[in-house]
T-cell receptor
Framework: QKEVEQNSGPLSVPEGAIASLNCTYSDRVSQSFFWYRQYSGKSPELIMSIYSNGDKEDGRFTAQLNKASQYVSLLIRDSQPSDSATYLC????????????FGKGTKLSVIP | DTGVSQDPRHKITKRGQNVTFRCDPISEHNRLYWYRQTLGQGPEFLTY????????KSRLLSDRFSAERPKGSFSTLEIQRTEQGDSAMYLCASRLPLPGGSPADTQYFGPGTRLTVL
């Protein structure tokens, strides 16, 4: 099993709908988790971090972490065309470096 | 703009040439990372600095790659004898650990250097 796995998509949702992005991780990645958004040709931009079980909300974004199931998700409410991007799930690992291990990313298209 | 800068933003080189990239982290961040991202993949960890000390290196970092952070501020990544497989986006990230060293503190990425090896 790869350390962080994502459905590569593409995922298409209509404008105003809820987009649901999912990520699973292995035992080697077990600390904190991050969702980054990456527009084509640009570098990753942090959206949310989460390290405790449960939900964390920030505006239109909600991250969910279930450590028992080794599952992380990101919900985007009221999706906008500007949300169209690749969403990268990353887990921190390493006792000192907390280097990030990324999934391949899920490409989201929000259709006007 | 996260405050992390990288130079150059684009580099085209011929196979066999040496290239060097620079990263300037957010000034108070003492942790610095290099990642590499190829098309359709997520970024992959290359190496990590705490101040001027290079503390971790990935198996991806072959002996043609060398990274330095001489004064604990900016960092350079050099690739010697470039190969076509080195074509990628090279990303630098910096981090300021929260008190107590929480794993939840964030890495901020620079804009990246896109390398094309012909």
């Amino acid at each position: 099993q790869k350390e962080v796995e994502q459905n590569s998509g593409p995922l298409s949702v209509p404008e105003g709908a809820i987009a649901s992005l999912n990520c699973t991780y292995s035992d080697r990645v077990s600390q904190s988790f991050f969702w980054y958004r990456q527009y084509s040709g640009k570098s990753p931009e942090l959206i949310m971090s989460i390290y405790s079980n449960g939900d964390k909300e920030d505006g239109r974004f909600t991250a969910q972490l279930n450590k028992a199931s080794q599952y992380v998700s990101l919900l985007i409410r009221d999706s906008q065309p500007s949300d169209s991007a690749t969403y990268l799930c990353a887990g921190g690992q390493g006792a000192g470096s907390y280097q990030l291990t990324f999934g391949k990313g899920t490409k989201l298209s929000v259709i006007p | 703009d996260t405050g992390v800068s990288q130079d150059p933003r684009h580099k085209i080189t011929k196979r066999g040439q040496n290239v060097t990239f620079r990263c300037d982290p957010i000034s108070e961040h003492n942790r610095l990372y290099w990642y590499r991202q190829t098309l359709g993949q997520g970024p992959e960890f290359l190496t990590y600095f705490q101040n001027e000390a290079q503390l971790e290196k990935s198996r991806l970092l072959s002996d043609r790659f060398s990274a330095e952070r001489p004064k604990g501020s900016f960092s350079t990544l050099e690739i010697q004898r470039t190969e076509q497989g080195d074509s990628a986006m090279y990303l630098c990230a910096s981090r300021l650990p929260l008190p107590g060293g929480s794993p939840a503190d964030t890495q901020y990425f620079g804009p990246g250097t896109r390398l094309t090896v012909l």
